[in-house]
């Protein structure tokens, strides 16, 4: 079992930044590739970003390529997500969640454990 806690959520002006962080506590977390999704308002779950076990290999949705940064810090139990030039498009709960498997694009039905998200509100 993997617990993961997403913070850093809040709200910030379009141009802005935000450090998403999400720690994990549990079985191990090197084991897993992690990633970013988001649901705003009346729309799907949709892909952000995802990290391969060791950091090595990354992949972000086209919409936050260039802006958006994910990392991790196994020796932490954490992933990051840092978010520049934030836009109000941004607004969205952000949840971390973990994969036993790495895949491009990943997909939320791949992926093994959900946090409870995190808020991000993007003013114009």
């Known amino acids: 079992q993997v617990q993961l806690v997403e913070s850093g959520g809040g709200l910030v002006q379009a141009g802005g930044s935000l450090r998403l962080s999400c720690a994990a506590s549990?079985?191990?977390?090197?084991?897993?590739?992690m990633a970013w999704f988001r649901q705003a308002p009346g729309k799907e779950r949709e892909f952000v970003s995802v990290?391969?076990?060791?950091?090595?290999?990354?992949d972000y949705a086209d919409s936050v390529k260039g802006r958006f940064t994910i990392s991790r810090d196994n020796a932490e139990n954490t992933v990051y997500l840092q978010m520049n030039s934030l836009k109000p498009e941004d607004t969205a709960v952000y949840y971390c969640?973990?994969?036993?498997?790495?895949?491009?694009?990943?997909?939320?039905?791949?992926?093994?454990?959900w946090g409870k998200g995190t808020l991000v509100t993007v003013s114009s």
């Open positions: 549990g079985r191990t977390f090197s084991s897993y590739a």
């Open positions: 969640a973990a994969s036993s498997v790495f895949q491009l694009r990943i997909t939320p039905g791949s992926m093994n454990y």
């Open positions: 990290i391969s076990w060791g950091g090595g290999r990354r």
